[in-house]
């Protein structure tokens, strides 16, 4: 039994039946009601907690007593929260996070020192890039390899690699990489697979039952799924979570604010038809602008015309997932940059922002935006081209959504 400082292992569960479903354990699994009987899950804005004396504080802060002490490394909803992502994801932890990045942070804090090697995709999230980049200062090389070609993964593990990180699908492009390959090349060696759940979320893809030992949320994105609040977590093993993960939150800090971990804990009730309906019409919009004229290219795994799509359908439920891209003509870059500017100016539905994960439809250039970073080249070596529009499926009827694009798409010469 492990010790658990600032009290987690011990605190009661809510007694559900055996084998309840997840969309049960959805709704369901957190922290027992307090003595009030409410009924919707109890905010604790609360930073520290009291002890009935001083000797049973003594023993609580030593970890001999499980409680909560202070809310840096342990609050009564961000532990619902934590409890049930963690049932849905199928591990036996989660660790809350002030934000996505945090969540990233503190697997790298927890798990790597200097000398170790890690092997990441480079379609991963940009900041995630960076902040593998940053830890070359700590002596952590980072090798960048395909999201798709597992033969790159296999070739670049050494001696000393001690994680893999993947995120699947990528934005923009939806490419999908096989996360029980990756996991088969990470344990053959002893490293850990942790795999960034963003896009898919446990609705439509857990990466736990495919072989990953780690899974990281931005719950700012699809958890909270209404664009409320910045938030993130750590799913792992019991172990890692107590031993590893919680000693580092307690001493550096990037807390997830119980307020914060309450909206998420409520996004998670809806969180499977949501993904269920948002995925529906993108899916449906994907095929909609398959067919129109002006649209060269468009990517969405759930169409057959998807480099991955056999992988995607049996890694993520049969579910294509809520975001697509496409690719508008245009004779050079120029008009190309052009006409996606014309899409995207032209719609009065959509929202125009990078972020995701939203009820609401947003739309956005990568070119210029998430990707602009970049210099031409390496945005041509990423695939990702000046007529390229990245779509975000939120809930609004799809056919306004077809609407919205068809104005646009309207002023391009065929
Ligand atoms: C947004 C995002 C992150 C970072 O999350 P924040 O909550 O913004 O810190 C990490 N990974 C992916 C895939 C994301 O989309």
Redesign the pocket.
């Known amino acids: 039994m492990s010790r658990a400082p600032g009290g987690r292992a011990g605190i009661p569960r809510v007694a559900l039946p055996a084998g309840v479903h997840r969309d049960t354990l959805a709704v369901r699994e957190g922290l027992p009601r307090t003595p009030w009987g409410e009924n919707s899950e109890a905010l604790f804005l609360t930073s520290s907690f009291v002890h009935p004396d001083a000797a049973t504080a003594a023993a609580r802060f030593a970890g001999d007593e499980e409680a909560f002490v202070y809310s840096r490394f342990g609050n009564p909803t961000v532990a619902m929260m934590e409890r049930r992502l963690a049932a849905l994801e199928g591990t036996e932890a989660c660790i809350g996070t002030?934000?996505?990045?945090?969540?990233?942070l503190l697997l790298l804090l927890g798990l790597l020192r200097a000398g170790d090697h890690v092997v990441c995709s480079r379609s991963?999230?940009g900041?995630?890039i960076r902040l593998f980049q940053d830890f070359a200062r700590f002596g952590v090389e980072t090798t960048f390899v395909s999201q798709t070609d597992v033969g790159q993964w296999r070739a670049a593990m050494k001696p000393a690699t001690k994680l893999l990180f993947a995120?699947t699908p990528s934005?923009p492009l939806t490419e999908v990489c096989d996360i029980a390959a990756l996991a088969g090349i990470a344990h053959a060696q002893g490293a850990l697979l942790a795999v960034?759940n963003?896009?898919c979320t446990p609705a439509l893809q857990r990466p736990r039952e495919l072989g990953a030992d780690l899974v990281?949320?931005?719950?700012?994105?699809y958890l909270d799924g209404q664009g409320r609040v910045?938030?993130?977590a750590v799913c792992a093993s019991e172990a890692l979570v107590a031993e590893v993960f919680v000693p580092v939150m307690r001493s550096a800090g990037m807390a997830l604010s119980p307020f914060n971990a309450w909206v998420v804990l409520k996004g998670l009730e809806t969180l499977s038809i949501r993904m269920q309906a948002q995925s529906a019409r993108a899916l449906e919009l994907a095929r909609w602008l398959q067919q129109q004229p002006q649209v060269e290219r468009v990517y969405h795994p759930g169409l057959p015309s998807h480099p991955q799509h056999a992988l995607a359908m049996a890694q993520q439920g049969g579910v294509g997932g809520p975001v697509l891209s496409f690719v508008v003509r245009g004779d050079d870059a120029a008009a190309a940059r052009r006409h996606a500017f014309a899409v995207i100016d032209a719609t009065r539905i959509c929202s125009i922002t990078a972020?995701?994960?939203d009820t609401k439809t947003t739309i956005t250039h990568p070119a210029s935006t998430s990707h602009g970073r970049l210099t031409e080249a390496q945005r041509q070596a990423a695939g990702i081209g000046q007529g390229m529009v990245r779509v975000a499926v939120g809930l609004e009827h799809v056919d306004d959504l077809k609407a919205d694009l068809a104005r646009g798409l309207a002023t391009i010469g065929a």
């Open positions: 002030a934000s996505g990045m945090a969540a990233v991963v999230f900041s995630t995120e934005n960034d963003c896009f990281v949320h931005s719950g700012t994105k910045v938030a993130g972020n995701l994960g």
